[in-house]
């Protein structure tokens, strides 16, 4: 854990596909106080923050870590299609409601 304290700056990206275990988010909420007001944090996520709540299972531990994240917190909220996708090789088969390559 302690290399996770230690930067100036901690990038946590693509944050919230799939739900926390128990050890995760324990994991993710003792990262976040021990940061708190010391360290830069930047996530990225698919998922808007008030969607990251049912990832944790103990909803009180999730918006404790949340409440933490949002004090100074610049929200960017960027729209269009992903440079992943758009770096990804052409194929043939376009997503469902994407459109086409």
Do not use: C
């Not at 230690?6 to 106080?33: C, H, S």
Request: hydrophobic share 35%; charged share 20%.
């Amino acid at each position: 854990m302690k290399k996770y304290m230690a930067p100036d700056l901690l990038i946590i990206d693509d944050f919230g596909p799939p739900p926390l275990r128990a050890m995760q988010a324990k994991n993710f909420y003792e990262i976040v106080t021990e940061r708190h007001l010391k360290s830069s944090t930047i996530i990225t996520s698919y998922r808007a923050p008030q969607g990251w709540v049912p990832l944790f299972p103990d909803p009180v531990m999730a918006n404790s870590a949340l409440d933490r994240l949002a004090h100074h917190a610049h929200h960017i909220i960027m729209e269009g299609d992903s440079y992943r996708r758009k770096l990804s090789p052409k194929t043939s088969t376009p997503l469902p409601g994407k459109g086409g390559n």
